[in-house]
T-cell receptor, first 114, second 113 residues
Framework: GAVVSQHPSWVICKSGTSVKIECRSL??????MFWYRQFPKQSLMLMAT?????????EQGVEKDKFLINHASLTLSTLTVTSAHPEDSSFYIC??????????FGPGTRLTVT | GENVEQHPSTLSVQEGDSAVIKCTYS??????FPWYKQELGKRPQLIID?????GEKKDQRIAVTLNKTAKHFSLHITETQPEDSAVYFC????????????FGAGTRLAVHP
């Protein structure tokens, strides 16, 4: 149980374009989903918290107009990186929470902006 | 803001030895402490967790201890194997709702045959 999928697993895009990443909980309903960013050899940095049917809560320093989050259902959250630039290149990982506190991670999406 | 400190940043052990990773948290309201294992290029996997009403929890070769007074918690791996080599992250829950976690910086464990 507690399987989280993420799509795509990797994407290359040109500077100025937008990229959408999907996060799905496959065998449970996720009351909350989280989006993280991870730089090479570094820890997980929480970007935003997403609750179904409500606006996402962004961490300090994360631009909400650049990283658009939509949580349309209890099994799907999307992150759209708008007007991507090379500095947005990173590993983006989502997690989903069914029970209080427990988070299960997706496999991550490696974004490269050229 | 709240933070979690994790030590050591790297740990090298011989196969069969024990490995201990320690974390300290700052939010006194934290009540959930998971440990994740992340292999290169893969997702973090929850390997064990502990809640604040428990002082110790064990699962085969892995154990976690919690000292709420000192705000310390530790991961203990016994009889290490090469497949235990990975980066381990500790985390602590944040008060204020939303089930948020704050992560330590990670420990790169290398188990040498």
């Amino acid at each position: 149980g507690a399987v989280v999928s993420q799509h795509p697993s990797w994407v290359i895009c040109k500077s100025g374009t937008s990229v959408k990443i999907e996060c799905r909980s496959l065998d449970f309903q996720a009351t909350t989903m989280f989006w993280y960013r991870q730089f090479p050899k570094q820890s997980l940095m929480l970007m935003a918290t997403s609750n179904e049917g409500s606006k996402a809560t962004y961490e300090q320093g994360v631009e909400k107009d650049k990283f658009l989050i939509n949580h349309a259902s209890l099994t799907l959250s999307t992150l759209t990186v708008t007007s991507a630039h090379p500095e947005d290149s990173s590993f983006y990982i989502c997690s989903a929470s069914e029970r209080v506190n427990e988070q299960y991670f997706g496999p991550g999406t490696r974004l490269t902006v050229t | 803001g709240e933070n979690v400190e994790q030590h050591p940043s790297t740990l090298s052990v011989q196969e069969g030895d024990s490995a201990v990773i320690k974390c300290t948290y700052s939010d006194s309201a934290s009540n959930y402490f998971p440990w994740y294992k992340q292999e290169l290029g893969k997702r973090p996997q929850l390997i064990i967790d502990i809640r604040s009403n428990v002082g110790e929890k064990k699962d085969q070769r892995i154990a976690v201890t919690l000292n709420k007074t000192a705000k310390h918690f530790s991961l203990h791996i016994t009889e290490t194997q090469p497949e235990d080599s990975a980066v381990y992250f500790c985390a602590a829950s944040l008060s204020g709702g939303y089930n948020k976690l704050i992560f330590g910086a990670g420990t790169r464990l290398a188990v040498h045959p």
